[in-house]
């Protein structure tokens, strides 16, 4: 029978990363996703499953242990905070380019800098553009629920190790504080060195056998040449993802005239304004993108030849409005309405953003 809990969005992190067979955590405490490793420490997988859990000195120790124990072909996480992210982008581009895989939480706060500990969403660029140099892609979900921050973790690691690349779960603060009821995945036995030689075939460092040659966990290519290959070949991976890979959500849309376009816990407060204003009688719906990168591209271009207008839903400064209005390609008018600094938007405020902005413009 399945377990159902009533959880912190950041708890339920940890809860699932035990239950999905993940070898080890490093990790460095930032509010508002403290709570993520604070967990791990009450619940001692390590007498448990073996599972590894460190508080390293710094970010920029944390990203490179998981580099590490990546490159052994193990199941390995972090979790951290807008500011802490920042500091792992080295890393993380690191690991891309070595082609490894991992899983990366970032808990959305309000900045620039240190900014405030209250929820946005402005590590929408950083997340989804590559915040670290060089042209490379992180997988990117962006939960919605405490249910989702569950079965991201299951499915960021299943994504990261099919494509050998980051998985970045890309939560704001609403949704790691909140508490809601979760039904907690079962237990999966971590692999045995047995299995990961099997499922890593021959990039994991298991070891140099007789029969095998010798391997090095690298993203450093000085000829020119084949590094221009090494870049066409990730290239064609995440052409693969964009074909393979996109998830998102429709609500309410089969006969709407007008689209709100959200992620995370701003798709939500769209849900009571579309609401609003369909009792002033105004056809909305919403699209909400699952996967931040692959973009919901080809879905919002269909989405835009049946609506009017788009408004995307933003707490920042407006990020994601620019894939929306890639993929929209001019054909109908495309509005942002966000607040930042850690405010909420309203859903009153939402409608009125929506008369005004695009109905009424």
């Known amino acids: 029978m399945a377990e159902v809990k009533l959880m912190k969005g950041n708890e339920v992190i940890a809860e699932a990363a035990i239950r999905c067979g993940c070898d080890g955590y490093f990790g460095y405490p930032i509010t508002p996703q403290s709570e993520v490793m604070e967990t791990l420490m009450l619940r001692k997988p390590w007498e448990e499953t073996g599972m590894v859990v460190l508080q390293a000195e710094s970010e920029l120790a944390s990203i490179n242990m998981v580099y590490g124990a990546a490159a052994t072909g193990k199941k390995v996480m972090t979790s951290s905070s807008s500011p802490g992210i920042s500091l792992m982008q080295e890393g993380l581009t690191y690991l891309a380019g070595a082609e490894l895989p991992c899983l990366v939480v970032d808990v959305v706060r309000g900045g620039p800098g240190l900014g405030t500990i209250q929820p946005a969403q402005s590590d929408y660029f ?179 030849k049946k609506v009017k207008g788009i408004l995307t839903v933003e707490m920042s400064a407006g990020q994601m409005v620019e894939d929306v209005r890639l993929a929209v390609n001019g054909l109908i008018p495309v509005e942002h309405y966000g607040r930042f600094g850690g405010v909420i938007p309203t859903p009153d405020e939402i409608v009125e953003a929506l008369e005004k902005q695009i109905i009424g413009a």
Not at 127 to 146: F, T
Not at 173 to 178: A, E, H, R, S, W
Not at 240 to 261: P, Q, S, T, W
Request: aromatic share 8%; hydrophobic share 40%.
């Open 126 to 304: 950083q997340a989804v553009k590559g915040g670290g140099h060089g042209d490379y892609h992180l997988i990117v979900l962006a939960p919605a629920s405490v249910q989702e921050m569950n079965d991201f973790v299951d499915l960021g690691f299943e994504l990261a190790f099919k494509y050998r690349n980051p998985a970045m779960i890309l939560a704001d603060g609403v949704i790691g504080q909140m508490m809601e009821k979760v039904q907690l995945s079962d237990y999966k036995p971590r692999w045995t060195d047995e299995e990961i030689e099997k499922i890593s075939g021959d990039w994991a460092l298991t070891g140099k056998k007789a029969n095998r040659q010798r391997h090095i966990a690298t993203s450093l290519e000085l000829d020119s040449y084949k590094q221009e290959v090494f870049n066409q070949k990730l290239q064609a991976k995440y052409r693969e993802m964009e074909e393979k890979e996109v998830r998102c959500e429709e609500i309410a849309c089969e006969d709407a005239d007008y689209l709100f376009v959200a992620y995370g816990s701003c798709s939500r407060i769209c849900q009571k304004a579309v609401q609003l204003a369909r009792e002033k009688g105004i056809k909305v719906g919403i699209l909400r993108p699952i996967t931040l990168y692959p973009f919901p591209t080809k879905e919002i271009a269909n989405l835009a």
